[in-house]
């Protein structure tokens, strides 16, 4: 005991004596000892949501996952979704469209959101340090119309005006699932992931689409639902999700990679 009496009294004695000294006399490496544990400030993360729902919208499970893994990573994120009305609007019992219904993407979208969103126009990469990008059809539909015209599809012009001010400011875009034909149409000669580029048993069932984003002038990638494919270059980072019929934690886990990457990349 009078051993760890010692040891103790050293130890106050210590830091009395360099909490007496002025701060213009403690040493550099001193402070730095002091605030080595202070918190970083977590990256700025847009959010851009295409409603509500895999068939016509955002695919929850992928925005949560985001969410999750953004939160995880100490992440400030902010939501966004254009105001304009859906494509169509699907009963997601049946997978059909309900006849004679209209929705608005923003006022779906604030469903995931929890209420908290903010219109897409408003968006401006310089107050941002990253932007993501899940998937769902609603990216197809409501965000650019792949879903009907293929390579040859219009993106939202909100959309294509964060894409590039992001790209622009060399700050990184994730996107999953479907999404990543946004960039592939966006931002000519980036490098992206949508999965296999086979079905393979009905394994990769919309597998059809890496061609579509080499007809767009994209390179694709194969990857594992569980990877993340960054194009080092361009600052973009792709991950399957959902385009591959897989249990929901590979999903997650391939999410997990992408928001990793996206805030490596953005410094932060």
């Known amino acids: 005991m009078a051993a760890l009496r010692a040891v103790v009294a050293s130890r106050l004695a210590a830091v009395s004596a360099f909490a007496s000294l002025s701060p213009g006399s403690r040493t550099p490496s001193l402070c730095a000892a002091l605030h080595r544990s202070a918190p970083r400030p977590g990256a700025r993360v847009a959010l851009v949501l295409s409603g509500c729902g895999v068939f016509d919208g955002t695919e929850i499970h ?22 304009v009305p859906q494509m169509h609007v699907i009963d997601h019992t049946k997978g059909q469209p309900s006849e004679g219904e209209s929705r608005n993407v923003l006022t779906e979208s604030a469903r995931i959101a929890r209420g908290k969103i ?9 107050n941002h340090d990253a932007a993501i990008f ?22 939202n012009k909100d959309v294509e005006r964060v894409l590039k001010e992001f790209h622009q ?20 000669g980036v490098e992206v992931t949508v999965g ?40 973009v ?3 399957p999700a959902f385009m591959c019929e897989t249990a929901l934690h590979h999903i997650h886990d391939g999410i997990g990679a992408m928001v990793r990457k996206v805030l490596e990349l953005s410094g932060k």
Do not use: M
């Open 169 to 188: 400011a060399g700050k990184p875009i994730g996107l999953c699932c479907i999404a990543p034909v946004l960039a592939a149409k966006v931002l000519r």
């Open 134 to 155: 899940p998937g769902g059809f609603g990216a197809a539909k409501n965000l650019s119309t792949f879903a009907v015209d293929g390579k040859d599809c219009k993106v």
């Open 196 to 235: 296999h580029e086979q079905e393979e048993g009905g394994k990769w069932p919309y597998a059809g689409t890496a061609e579509a984003i080499k007809a767009l002038g994209a390179k694709h990638c194969v990857k594992g639902v569980a990877e993340a494919h960054v194009d080092q270059k361009n600052k």
């Open 237 to 239: 980072v792709t991950t």
């Open 118 to 126: 903010t219109d897409l126009a408003k968006l401006s990469a310089a």
């Open 62 to 83: 992928e925005a949560s996952a985001i969410l999750v893994h953004l939160s995880r990573g100490g992440a400030e994120v902010q939501i966004f979704a254009p105001d």
